[in-house]
């Protein structure tokens, strides 16, 4: 039975974090001045087609420039990514793709690095290139790496990571929560520095990764945050193992092991507290629940006159929201959360979209041109050009003549400043992500606490009839 | 996180939310009396160390005092008012579903069933209230709200025929209307917005929480963790977690974005115990003139520790922070630009940070460094960055204290524009954000290149004009062309070419809006009015560091594209 304790708790907790100065260097809280060996840096290919990279000087595949990483715009040698300022454009190499030896593969279950590959569908580089990337990134030293040459074409962005990034990189393990919701919900559940919250489940870690943001307010070691001030933590939960394992590599890779605690758990059976360990109780005073039953994980979220009993900070209001795709899930939680002394109960959906904006290019003199519209602009070109039609000189240029001037013109022509300037929503809209219940908890406060409130701010004086000054109400 | 916002503590902003909704401000002083106007008045002691998130009802005057006093409502009480009388199905266009599979927690109540009214017999008529209102206004005065209601209910004689739906949606607007009764909500910045929303919201640009939390989120800010030797002061290390910001929203902005660095609230530090946390009057601990023993040049210019080693909520420890012109925190810092002599960022004052009687305790103190458009472009034109003469330390002892400490605090001021000036010009910047009346193409040539490589670029507008023409000054269009003209030894026009199109990779602009439900069993469905105006938009990008020279892009749809001239050159993100 004990034995089984402890399993269940080596289970939920994982690997203790190494208390190591590492990880003060947390790629998302702090950035280097420049791209370095171990940087996890996203590449950013175009617009929504981000992916994650920890640079590498050495590995194997045989590729003669060290690591390198494929893509659908080129070939890129590590190499050439490190030592550089952030934000780069960074032109694509010539990389034998073709003659390279597969070698090292002993070398492969050792290395703990090799994240990206975890990430891909098919470990074929040869495929995965069409899908994104792909990298090379495994074994140790590489003798004599050649130099890399440029490619002549293709290039990418190097960034620093932030949680928008990652979101926006994430493959999906599950549904994840976007930045156009949790940007919202953060802002509603009062989420600050130092604030202690819970999260459940923690699917992707899409959320988890700007929940920690939010809360980061230093790491325990930094000598100023002392016993002065709380540090900020996210609790974590899951209860899918494999994803339990996919984020907390992730969250330890990205110097998180402080500031986010996540345990692999059934939270709706099992709550929130920790019966073994040093910090048995979140005190949360934030909540984030994406899981299909809140109101079970509910039951477990309340307030009681034993402190070390509750997951919640008995001293501040509790914030809360729920994140639901179905109404009936809405309606279940309300009706818990009303029975249950819950306050400011609302629900919310957000709708976000993305614009696009374009030139518009209207009128005859772009016929034969590309990506426009060639039809009249005006009621005067149209005429004109009926005139041309009719006219006795209609047989003076031919079309192959017209188009062949009309594109010698476009040449001198500014098409960036030229046409209609216009926007239109994005193609795809997401036009339901989820229901998003918002509640607050506030603190318990007794009879007792009335009185010592009686106590120290007394109204004998002020209720005796003669008037003393008003507080104005503006 | 701070029991400031749990308990409502003397000297402090707060909102009380009337029924009608709407949020007055107040704040609350101890042994005073509160007047919620209509509602009627209270002392604030009632109020003190109660908690937040609590409504409040304004009990009926006694005889022989002379305000009211308050009753604090529990939850379960208004839960009950809400769940019980409401449960009822919707009004018309069918029955309401039973959803399936829905738990017991979720219960459609019994009269579901038998309750089949419609409102098809309801007569709307004014005088079917038998009560007049002389008689209401008579009884307010003598009876509870709760008591009022039912008085109501009793003589409306229609009352019966109207189904349980409208019959509930009565009674709540009835309830809200004499039910004397207010929430206690907090100064945060949610609460903010919708106050100053209610009332002007041209104040803040018209910005909902929605576009707030997008603008928040993708500007990256956080707290920087800032660990210096006190040798290091010049490394970038040291230089990390600035944001430049451009607020024109009286300081929402600002307020949002230090909330996230974590130096919007002084930290409650018990230890220090230096008067009351919300004392800025003029009394408290101000070392900026008396220093007339100190002959030494320097004499006690905050190159302490401690302003350098604070961080995010760590305020300086405040002995040699100078109240009028404090030496700047070199990171976890907002940087603002402004374009008057002074910033207007009167909503900080809500929050312990009042710019004319500065807190030198806040962290915004010398977290929050501001200077002119003046002062970024054209410095050597603003007499504050003019260096005032150094007077020789013999000649300084001779003069009186007074004189000695002008002369100090004139050096103050330059030192610290100086400083601030200086360091927005080497840029760097993690983040810039901008909410500002001015047109953003005339202010991003100025501020973009500032950005370090990777930084984040936000922009709020409460309009979608503004950042479409700012969107097509970006276009990949305009971006080829730019690089053809360089490639080709040309200089680009600043007609043609506003901002340099380059610097800026993959802006998009979005909206977000929230919409409004009412969850109710049997009667839920999206609020049926909401409020109008701006929609507010938010153009995002980052900064990048461009090759020089043409880059030719590459990928799968290169294959589609015949001619590869150098007029496809960038095309890529
Ligand atoms: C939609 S995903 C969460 C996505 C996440 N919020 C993100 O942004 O990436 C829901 C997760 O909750 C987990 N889950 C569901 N019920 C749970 C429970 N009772 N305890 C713990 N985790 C649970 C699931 O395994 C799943 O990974």
Partial sequence: MEHENRVVAALEHGQPPLLSKTTTSNPFFHTSSATEEGSLTILHLRRDNLVPVTLRRTADDGYAEGAVTNTRFGSFPHSTLIGLEWGSQVRA??????????????????????????????????????????????????????????????????????????????????????????????????????????EAGAGSGSFTHAAARAVFSGFPEDSHVGELKQVGKVYSYEFNVSRVGTLREEISAHGMDEIVQLTFRDVCERGFLFPIGFDTTPHAEAIFLDLPKPWEALRHLTRSSTPSESALNPDVPVHLCTFSPCIEQVMATTA??????????????????????????????????????????????????????????????????????????????????????????????KTHTSYLVFAVLPVDFTDGDEEACMQQWSVDDIMKVEKPPTNGVK | MTSALSYIKPNTWLFLRLPSKSLKILEIKPNTIIDAGKLGSFPSNLLLGRPYYYTYEILEKREDEACSRLRRVPPSELNAEIVNEDATPNESRGEPTTPSGVPVAFEMTEDIAVETKTNRLTVDDANRQALSQAEIEEMKRSTAGKEIIEKILANHSGLDEKTVFSRAKYLLRKRNKYLRRFMALPMDIGNIITYITEKEPHRILDIREEALGLVCAWSNAHVTSVELDNNDTEASSARSGRWLVVDETGGLLVAALAERMGILHKTELPSEGKAEPTTYGTEAHDTSDNNDGGVSLRPETAESTGAERSIANGTPKTEHVHRDFPTPAHGNTITLLHPAVQPNISILKYFGYDSNTPDPAHPMHTHLKSLSWLQLLHPEEDPTYREPEVVPEAQLTKWKSGKRGTYWKKRRRWERCKNIVDEAREGGFDGLVIASNMDPA??????????????????????????????????????????????????????????????????????????????LPGRTHPMMTGRGGSEGYVMTARRVIPLEGGVEARGNFSAKRKRTDTADATSAP
């Fill in chain 2, 442 to 519: 005339t202010i991003l040539p100025h501020a973009v290149p500032l950005l370090r490589g990777g930084g984040e670029l936000v922009i709020y507008s409460p309009t979608i004009e503004p950042l479409v023409q700012l969107m097509d000054l970006y276009s990949k269009e305009r971006r080829t062309a730019y690089i053809n003209l360089l490639a080709k030894g040309e200089m680009p026009s600043t007609e043609d070419f506003p901002v340099d199109p380059r610097l800026l990779l993959a802006p998009t602009l979005q909206t977000s809006r929230v919409r409004e439900w009412q969850v």
């Fill in chain 1, 93 to 198: 190499s010539r990389v034998d793709t073709g003659s390279r030896g597969r070698k090292g593969k002993a070398a492969k279950q050792q290395d703990a690095s090799i994240q990206i590959d975890n990430r891909l569908p098919t470990p074929d580089p040869q495929h995965d290139i069409s899908n994104g990337c792909h990298t090379a990134a495994e074994e140790i030293g590489q003798p004599t790496r050649s130099t890399a040459v440029d490619a002549g074409s293709g290039f990418i962005h190097l960034l620093p990571p932030t949680p928008e990034a990652w979101t926006a990189s994430l493959d999906h393990r599950t549904q994840v929560v976007y930045t156009a919701d949790y940007s919202y919900v953060l802002q509603r559940l009062r989420v600050r520095p130092g604030s202690r919250m819970i």
């Fill in chain 1, 336 to 429: 818990y959360l009303r029975k249950n002394g819950w306050t400011e109960i609302e629900m919310i959906e957000v709708q976000n979209h993305r614009i696009d904006v374009r030139r518009e290019q209207v009128g005859l003199k772009n016929e034969g041109l590309r990506g426009v519209n060639a039809s009249a602009a005006t009621v005067e070109e149209a005429v004109a050009r009926l005139r041309e039609k009719g006219g006795p000189w209609r047989h003076i240029q031919s079309k192959a003549e017209r188009l062949e001037k009309l594109r010698k013109e476009a040449e001198e022509r500014k098409l960036y400043k030229e046409g209609n300037l216009v926007h239109r929503t994005e193609p795809e809209v």
